[in-house]
Each structure stands twice: as structure tokens, then as C-alpha cells.
């Protein structure tokens, strides 16, 4: 299910420019061998305003348990309220859905895009 992501285009630098988009750094082998420690991606912060993440989706949401703490995981499936079950591509190096259970849509802060740059 690990599809590479795209790079940043002019297109999306512009929306990270303009603030339409943010930036994010991985810092975990969590979802390794997609994103590395150290890889920066462009999110999407109103991606789920009006829908409902998909499988498949690499999202980066607040930590349920550790106050202060954004997590970067796969949504693996999302029930019928709109929680998400979401899932690291390494699971033998990540803290997800396993331990902590689903995540509601609004601790979801965006959708990733592309790498940056």
C-alpha cells in the first residue's frame, strides 16, 4: 500500500508560501521505507473540512494520549462515525492505532501532499 509520494511542485511551494499549506518533519522510523527521519512533506490542514479520510491516506493527526505531540501514520480504515484506525508502514518501529486506539477526525491536522521540497 506504500505509494511514493510526488515532490513538491511550484504549485505547492506557492500554497506553502502563501500558507495555504504547511510543513511538517518527520522524525521517527515510524513510516519507513515511504517517509525517512529527517523528510520534511507539505500537509494539507483543510484536506477533511468536507470529507472523510480514505484508506490509504498519510495524515498527520495529534497524538491521543500525549498532549503536544503530532503523529504522522497511514489510515488504515475509518468506521462509520469518521474515527480513523491509522497505522505506521514499519510496524515493528511505531506507536499507532495498535496501542492507542481510533482517532477521531478532528485531532487529524491535514493531509500530507508531497515531499518537501
Known sequence: MSVPLPHATYREIALWFLRRYRRFRVTGPSMLPCLTPG??????????????????DIVIANHP???????IKRVDFVDSDGECYLKGDNPN?????RQFGLVS?????GKVICLFP
Open 65 to 71: 494520549h500525549r498532549q503536544n505531540l503530532r503523529i
Open 93 to 97: 518501529a511505531s506507536s499507532d492505532s
Open 39 to 56: 523528510q520534511e512533506v507539505l500537509i494539507n490542514p483543510v484536506a477533511y473540512v468536507n470529507s472523510t479520510p480514505q484508506r490509504g
Open 105 to 109: 477526525k478532528n485531532q487529524l491536522q
